[in-house]
């Protein structure tokens, strides 16, 4: 008599891990306590942001000066890479080191970027916090990008900011500080806050938000992005580059900003507070489910965008 073969078992494949390059570990703490005299002339203890520059080099030459918390510098510089176009994909990425006696990171690429004149040179100043800066001539190329159209409803936009809300604890303790969030929004489920980043420029929060989903793979089509800072053209481009749809803002918009989004198809929702907020770009997409109640008219806000907002 045969014996039965054993049925023949499909070994599962092992699905490989993301590429990382080697990195660092070097981040700071975001706050320092200090001592400062009050209107009294007493001591009071209280913490402050920390600040420091981060002087980013790639391949050997000297990029920019990054001032930052230093809470995350690692992802910091492979976002601010990524958005500004400087290196091709994580894979030529070979080792980020952060070095802070030094106050400088130092990014090796397997094969030298050559290219770094050409995009250095195309330079725009921006009105980022401090001077932010666009190379390679990065906004003719967003224009060309285009996000996907997403359905919203007014009460997950309320659920986001309520979780929001429990954020910002650089802030709360020191103030000084700018915060930006990478958000997932589902219909049936509560919202989650995949990653809340605070540095002393919102551009940093950003990058640093970029360069997490951009090691782990993180796709941004069905994300929301949440900043405390205005809605400007950089702003907007660095959310249409991560193909994030719905931007989400505590503060005002610039119009260049509104005009990107409108071409690309950012949802722009801005003076996002309470159960306030203004849609400036794609009010279509919302439904209103929970408009609250009419508020006084002396109470309407008519505040103006302030040009101390970051």
Known sequence: MHQAQPASVETPKVKEPPYRPEMSSQGLSPAHEVVAV????????????????????????????LMTLGTHPEMLTLGYLLNQRLVPCLES???????????EVRVAT????????????????????????VFGRIGDQVEKIRVPRVPITQSLIYDLLAQIGRHNEVYRRAGAVHGCALCSVPAST?????????DVGRHNAADTISGY??????????KWFYTTGRLTSEMVIKVAQMQI??????????FRGLELAQKIGVVLIARAKGRHFLVYN?????????IPPERPPDRHDRRSDSATEG
């Open 93 to 103: 990425v070979d080792s980020v080191q952060v070095d802070w006696d030094k106050a």
């Open 190 to 198: 509560d919202p989650r806050i995949h990653l809340f980043v605070e």
């Open 245 to 254: 749809p719905i931007l989400l803002s505590r503060s005002g918009v610039t």
């Open 38 to 65: 009050d209107e009294y002339g007493q001591p009071r203890s209280g913490f402050i942001a920390g600040e420091r520059a981060l002087t980013l080099f790639l391949d050997d030459r000297e990029i920019v000066t």
């Open 282 to 290: 794609g009010a279509d997409q919302i439904t209103f489910d929970a």
């Open 213 to 222: 989903m951009w090691l782990n793979v993180i796709d941004g089509k069905d």
């Open 110 to 133: 397997f094969e030298r970027i050559t290219d770094l004149d050409d995009k250095l040179k195309h330079r725009t100043v921006t009105t980022g916090c401090g001077q932010g800066s």
